[in-house]
C-alpha cells in the first residue's frame, strides 16, 4: 500500500483546556478532534505528537508582557475578556497548541506532505499584545514566523474561519514577506476585516480581506476563492501555505449566519490545496480554528482528512461557483477593486 502523506499533529491533551458552562469553545471539541486522530492512525496515517512552543518562537510575534500575563494564569481560573479564560492548565496547552502547529510546519517543510493540525484553544484573534475571542497565543502566526525562520522567503496564511483573523492580520500587516487572505462574514465579530484594510508601510497590499454578507453559501465562497484568492495566491507564489480553517461558516453553526454545508467545506480544502501543491510545492499546514456545532465540526473533519489524505490534484486549482453566488460576485468585486493596484497581472 502506498504511504499516505498526510500527518495529523494533536494530544488528547487539549481537551484539558477548560472553559465556563455554556462557552462555544467547549473542551468536547477536543474529543472530536480526538476521533479523527484516532480514525487516521486506524487507516495507518501518521499522527505526531505536538511538542510545546518555546519562550523565543512566541516571542517572534507576540509581546513578552503579553507572554508573562499568560503565563500568569499557570494553576488558576482567569477571565481574560468577557469571550476569553483560563483554566489551571490553559497556559501550557496554549504553548502546546502553538508547538503543535510548528511540528506541522517542520513535517510540511521536510517535504513530507501536508499537516493537519487539531488544537484549541484556537489562535487567530490573539494579538501581538493581547488575548483575545477564545485566542491565547496566535497559532498561525507562530507557524509562519517559524516558517521564515526555517528558510521560507514567503508564507501565505489563509484564513476561511467565519470570523476575521484581527490579530494574524495585525502582527504581519507590515511585513512584505508574509501574505495574509481572509474571507469572512462582515459585520461580524470582532468588526475588523474591511476590504479597505490593506496593510501599512512596505506590507501594503500584503493583507487581502474579503468581506462576505451574511446567508452566503458554497457557491459564493467558491466564487471568491476562484475570483480573488487563487489568483493572489498564484502571484504571491509563497514557499509554504498556512491554512487557518474554522468551520464555523456552516450552516449549522450557533456563532454566525452563514450558509455553507459541509459539501462547501471539502471544496474550499480541495481548492486551497490545489492552489498550494501548484505555489507551494504541496507545502501545506491546516490549522483548527472555530467550529461549535460538534457534529458539523466532525464532518468538516473528515471531509478536510479526505481531501488531504487523496493523491496530488494535477492541473489548476478547481474552485469553480456552480450557482449565483450574488453575495459572493459583490464581496469578489469588491476585493477585486481594491487589490487590482497591489496585484494587476492575476486579476
Known sequence: MARMPLAVVSSDEFAHHLTPPGHPERPERA????????????????VLAPRPATIEELAAVHDRDHIERIAGTAGRAA?????????????????????????GVDYTMSGAGPALVLVRPPGHH????????FCLFNNAAVAAAHARASGAAR???????????NGTQQIFEDDQSVLYVSTHQYPCYPGT???TEVGFGAGRGRTVNVPIEPG????????????????????FAAD???????????????????????????????????AAEATSGGRLVVVIEGGYDLPALGAC???????????????????????????????????????RPFWPQPL
Do not use: N
Not at 474529543?31 to 501518521?46: C, I, L, M, Y
Open 155 to 165: 508564507v501565505a496564511v489563509v484564513d476561511v474561519d467565519v470570523h476575521h483573523g
Open 240 to 274: 509554504v501555505t498556512i491554512l487557518s480553517v474554522g468551520y464555523d461558516a456552516h450552516v449549522h453553526d450557533p456563532l454566525a449566519q452563514m450558509q455553507v454545508t459541509t459539501e462547501g467545506y471539502r471544496a474550499m480544502v480541495a481548492t486551497l490545496r490545489a
Open 126 to 133: 490573539a494579538e501581538r499584545e493581547r488575548a483575545m475571542g
Open 31 to 46: 474529543h472530536v478532534f480526538d476521533a479523527v486522530a484516532t480514525a487516521w492512525r486506524e487507516r495507518g496515517g501518521a
Open 193 to 195: 476585516g474591511a476590504v
Open 216 to 235: 452566503a453559501g458554497d457557491d459564493d465562497y467558491a466564487l471568491v476563492l476562484a475570483r480573488v484568492v487563487v489568483p493572489i495566491l498564484t502571484a
Open 79 to 103: 477571565m481574560l475578556d468577557p469571550d476569553t479564560f483560563t483554566s489551571p492548565e490553559s497556559y501550557d496547552l496554549a504553548r502546546l497548541a502553538a508547538g503543535a502547529v510548528l511540528v
Open 301 to 339: 473533519l473528515d471531509a478536510t482528512v479526505e481531501v488531504l489524505a487523496a493523491p496530488a490534484a494535477a492541473g489548476p486549482p478547481p474552485a469553480r461557483a456552480s450557482g449565483p453566488g450574488i453575495r459572493g460576485r459583490e464581496a469578489a468585486e469588491a476585493a477585486l477593486a481594491v487589490q
